[in-house]
């Protein structure tokens, strides 16, 4: 699952807010949510969703940035353990984009890695890229 403009669903500190200041012909303006873009953005939104789904990360879910993974040991499991992230999500407030959400699969792609049942593989597609790779050639290094 992905969230929609997950940066964007974040409210700025008032305080923060002068700190996002920017000019146009109009006057000048302040962020009231997040932007994309600050130094450490990143690093916030993920402690974010570390603090919200604390107690489903490395049971029933796993959350990098805005890439989230509901998984489980039992089909018949699943719907609750779905329940429960949805519910966070609405007490938060947060938002998924739909496009970019898959449910019901026994296994797909995550961070760049193939999730399946048996566990954490490589994507064969970057194995392919990989293999046709050529074998550096040290001669150079030893002859000069």
Not at 40 to 65: C, D, P, W
Not at 95 to 106: E, Y
Request: some cysteine; overall charge positive; aromatic content about 10%.
């Amino acid at each position: 699952m992905d969230t929609y403009s997950g940066y964007n669903q974040i409210r700025m500190d008032p305080a923060d807010e002068e700190h996002t200041a920017f000019r146009i012909d109009k006057g000048i303006y302040c962020y009231k949510v997040m932007p994309f873009g600050l130094k450490n953005a990143g690093a916030t939104y993920q402690r974010l969703m570390n603090k919200v789904f604390k107690e489903l990360i490395g049971r029933s879910m796993e959350v990098y940035v805005d890439d989230m993974l509901v998984k489980s040991i039992r089909r018949e499991d699943h719907l609750e353990d779905l329940e429960k992230c949805f519910r966070i999500l609405r007490q938060y407030g947060m938002r998924l984009n739909p496009s970019k959400c898959a449910f019901g699969v026994t296994s797909g792609k995550f961070l760049g890695f193939m999730v399946t049942q048996r566990g954490i593989e490589a994507n064969p597609k970057k194995l392919r890229l990989s293999k046709k790779c050529l074998c550096p050639d040290h001669s150079k290094m030893y002859n000069g």
